[in-house]
């Protein structure tokens, strides 16, 4: 997956960067080299001995050393490698990048570099949700720089959230994302996923069982073929893939907004299961048992139709690819589905409760294109997934 692609990794002075010798070890497993750079306070947490036997290669450390200066300049090292990786990037490394200073051997080597930059933040949770980390991470995702994770969980200072630095399979999928010169490299591609929560009152809504599998595995697939997926994901279950720009939403209404901010794209995938209606009368407080027996009254709006939106809009996609979940007549709804919201092809699958389809592994699809239909046989979630992006990737050349 990374055969030849050199990286050069700083690590940053964080607990988490005792993963990062699990990272240069699966980066060179893949096929890739590492030139490993530690901070002074990396070197705190994991020693040079262990890094640069790992690595097989010279670990960089101080600014000023004559002798690296001798063999390669600072500027040098910033430009040999395919990739520069901050794995962990502390928050301090992240305000110090996106401050743009350069005081030491990682941050001048990070404003020197003309190479794409990955960040792994790693921190404890309130720094991670600090509005100052916020705000250096927006300028840095401005600046184009990628992140992978953080993961959300128990962390070495005890608490629990976002903050854990992403595991290093899920790091070396974003370096091999970043580097990939894929069909769709270039190509910005717009993905929904998961069900939508619509609420009744503060602490109820109504939802349904999509489990945003299919979705995160389509979002990959792209991101595998090189494009930049921005994932605009209901709340739900499977978590969303490594290295595409996430939007979380949870009603259609948010789920409608996000889409349309992340327009242009050359292509959207809806796999949303979006909730057609959202209750009218939500209460803001929560609803009581008055004590008459007499049930509360729902009123219903329609929701709006993302995929019909997008699809008639003004700024539609070349390519729009909808979804249609049936229990009964499978292609004739779905053919009649493509034709009324006026997008290019439809994913038809049988999501009756006998298929196992919905929140399961497996998909079994029939692809309604203008032309006709295509049945493809029982298989994985990922696979459909592969061959779909592989088709995305074909029609948009
Ligand atoms: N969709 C959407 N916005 C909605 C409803 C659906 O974007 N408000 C999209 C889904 O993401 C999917 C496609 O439309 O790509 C079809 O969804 P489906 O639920 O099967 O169709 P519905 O429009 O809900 O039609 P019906 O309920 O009549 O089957």
Redesign the pocket.
Known sequence: MLAGKRILLIIGGGIAAYKSLELIRLIRKEGGSVTPVLTRAGAEFVTPLSVGALAEAKVHEALFDLTAEAEMGHIELSRSADLVVVAPATADLLARMAGGLADDLASTLLLATDKRVLVAPAMNVRMWQHPATRRNLAALRGDGVLTVGPDKGEMACGEYGPGRMAEPSAIVAAISAALCAGPLLGRHVIV?SGPTHEPIDPVRYIANRSSGAQGAAIAAALRDLGARVTFVTGPAVVPPPAGVSVVAVET?LE??DAVKAALPADAAV???????WRVANASVQKLKKDGSGKAPVLEFAE????????AQGARRPRLV??????TTDVVA?ATT?RLR?G?DW?VANDVSPGTGVMGGPENAVVLIFEEGTETWPRMGKDEVARRLAVRIAEALR
């Open positions: 929904t259609a789920m409608a809806m796999a949303a299961a979006v909730a057609d929701n709006p139709d993302i995929l019909a939106m997008v690819v909808g979804f249609a979940a049936e709804n589905k919201k997008c439809i």
